[in-house]
């Protein structure tokens, strides 16, 4: 059983910034993929950035340039700086890793 724990959401302004953190109880940061995705009432959740075990990122466009997805192996950790955050970025954000979700944390910006 692998545990995921996010932290780091909050409310900001339009134009801020947020650092995301995920904590895994398990050593697989590093050794596999790791993902953000992000969820919206009544809408699907969507990836938003993906690292894999050699370090190659990926993101969606529309947080292309805004967002970079990093990770810590020492300390089992995986990042998302969130920056110039927009209102269309408000949402939960999850870690996941293979079929374990974290329980999000929720980013609000304001315009």
């Known amino acids: 059983q692998v545990h995921l724990r996010e932290s780091g959401g909050g409310l900001v302004q339009a134009g801020g910034s947020l650092r995301l953190s995920c904590a895994a109880s398990?050593?697989?940061?590093?050794?596999?993929?790791m993902a953000w995705y992000r969820q919206t009432p009544g809408k699907q959740r969507e990836v938003v950035a993906i690292?894999?075990?050699?370090?190659?990122?990926t993101y969606s466009d529309s947080v292309k340039g805004r967002f970079t997805i990093s990770r810590d192996n020492a300390k089992n950790t995986v990042y998302l700086q969130v920056n110039n955050l927009k209102p269309e970025d408000t949402a939960v954000y999850y870690c996941?890793?293979?079929?374990?979700w974290g329980q999000g944390t929720q980013v609000t910006v304001s315009s």
């Open positions: 690292i894999t075990s050699s370090g190659t990122a």
């Open positions: 398990a050593t697989i940061v590093g050794i596999y993929p």
């Open positions: 996941k890793w293979a079929d374990y």
